[in-house]
């Protein structure tokens, strides 16, 4: 068990889950007018989980946070911060307090963060403040969102793309060594309308001159070509900018692990990194877009099968509504 001291970090556990309800691309076909053939060479995607009533982001957030917890070898009361990134919580006041309390991590303050497929990037970023400044030393990142609540199933440009799960790491305090190299984030509010999961509210007279918003969340809408451009011009940008924080060139990185939200984006982005694709993780084809648990399930799943090991270098990037992305340079594990 790593030393839980000084104000460098390390990534020291992951976990993940996703319900077990499996939609195939020919059950879509039994939805919208679309075909498996379509779907997989524009997309990659043949599966996607979906969460049942009895499922919630907080139940899946708690597996995945176990099974983190459980690899870094430390205790649920040992955790001082829980952030849960998610643009779908259970409760709009937030659900990161009842992970709190469904996994026993009795001393965590525990928030949530919202920067919809970047969320987990942004969530790493923040964690790591809380190190550094040496205010906490044992931080539980989860990125957990059941968008099949908010899809709209009627809609064939988008609901082809989307799945629930939910995946989490364990940021540890060190004093040998910060394994954080680099990281940027940005923000691009100007083309906010070009994915939204948005309220609206129509005015309701409370009393005479008084009127509220009454209304409720509308389903995802996006703009699918605007969002394939942005992400193809910005995550090569901001990967490079990350590892040029790092002292690093893309030729170091031993995996390169993108949002999954279309193969033939992780494609092109590590062509422009002259990447190989051997270093590409990609777990599309089972989960589809899975928002902020996208990266953490990637990760958790190569660390599990022995492909990432303790000392790689892991860059990841995120990307998606708000505008919002991101990248972060890291070393897995202690060592
Ligand atoms: O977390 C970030 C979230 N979002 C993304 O990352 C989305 C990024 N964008 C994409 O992944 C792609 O734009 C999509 C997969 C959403 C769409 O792929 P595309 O290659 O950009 O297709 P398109 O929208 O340009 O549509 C091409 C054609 C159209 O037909 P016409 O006008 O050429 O006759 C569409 O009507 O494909 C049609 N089409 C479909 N056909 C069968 C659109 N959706 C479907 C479908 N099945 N599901």
């Not at 379509?38 to 499922?55: C, D």
């Not at 040992?78 to 709009?92: E, Q, R, V, W």
Request: hydrophobic fraction near 45%.
């Amino acid at each position: 068990m790593l030393k839980r001291s000084g104000t460098g970090i390390a990534i020291t556990g992951s976990g993940s889950a996703a319900p077990a309800g499996i939609l195939t691309n020919d059950d879509l076909a039994k939805i919208v007018d679309t075909s498996d053939e379509w779907i997989k060479s524009r997309t990659g995607i043949k599966n996607r989980h979906l969460a049942t009533a009895s499922e919630s982001v907080c139940q899946i957030s708690t597996v995945a946070a176990q099974k983190a917890i459980s690899m870094a070898q430390i205790d649920a009361a040992d955790i001082d911060l829980i952030i849960l990134a998610t643009s779908t919580p259970d409760d709009l006041f937030g659900s990161a307090s009842k992970i709190q309390n469904m996994l026993g991590a009795s001393k965590a303050v525990a928030f949530d963060l919202t920067a919809a497929c970047s969320g987990f990037v942004f969530a790493l970023v923040t964690a790591a403040q809380f190190i550094r400044t040496g205010a906490y030393q044992n931080i539980l990142v989860i990125g957990g969102d059941i968008l099949s609540r908010w899809v709209d199933w009627s809609d064939r440009s988008s609901n082809i793309l989307f799945g629930d799960g939910a995946g989490a790491i364990v940021c540890q305090a060190t004093d040998s060594g910060d394994r954080l190299l680099g990281f940027e984030i940005y923000s691009d509010g100007t083309k906010n309308d070009c994915l939204t999961l948005a309220y609206q509210g129509g005015d309701r007279e409370l009393i005479d001159g008084i009127s509220i918003a009454k209304g409720a969340y509308q389903p995802i809408w996006m703009n699918g070509r605007e969002i394939y451009r942005f992400a193809i011009a910005k995550v090569p940008e901001v990967i490079e900018k990350a590892l040029f924080r790092a002292g690093l060139t893309a030729d170091a990185i031993d995996w390169l692990i993108l949002h999954q939200a279309n193969q033939r984006i992780m494609d092109a982005v590590a062509e422009r990194l002259n990447i190989e694709s051997e270093k590409v993780i990609s777990n599309i084809a089972e989960y589809g877009n899975t928002s902020a648990a996208s990266i953490p399930i990637a990760l958790d799943e190569a660390v599990r099968a022995g492909k990432i090991r303790s000392g790689d270098l892991i860059a990841i990037s995120g990307f998606g509504a708000g505008l919002t992305w991101g990248a972060a340079i890291f070393q897995w594990g202690d060592r």
